[in-house]
């Protein structure tokens, strides 16, 4: 998404989850990262780090799954 998430090497950053968020028709529409230790997101950006069209939709979902993303780190 010409982001830094891979240049910067968030992705293998300790204590942090990196998703993406797609479409029904699998396009990329933002990448989210995450804090394993408080669980709050970190950044939500959309292709060349702009704020993505959907930003609030997409943190909404993120937030109401958090409890998914606690029970699996534990």
């Known amino acids: 998404m010409h982001h830094c998430v891979f240049s910067n090497e968030y992705f293998a950053k300790e204590g942090t989850l990196v998703l993406s968020a797609k479409d029904k028709e699998n396009?990329?529409?933002?990448?989210?990262e995450i804090s394993l230790s408080t669980f709050k997101i970190l950044q939500c950006r959309?292709?060349?780090?702009?704020?993505p069209t959907d930003k609030d939709k997409i943190?909404?979902?993120v937030r109401?799954?958090?409890g998914l993303?606690?029970?699996a780190s534990a």
């Open 27 to 32: 396009n990329r529409l933002a990448t989210i």
């Open 59 to 61: 943190e909404r979902l």
């Open 64 to 66: 109401r799954n958090i």
């Open 46 to 51: 959309a292709a060349y780090n702009k704020v």
């Open 69 to 71: 993303f606690k029970k």
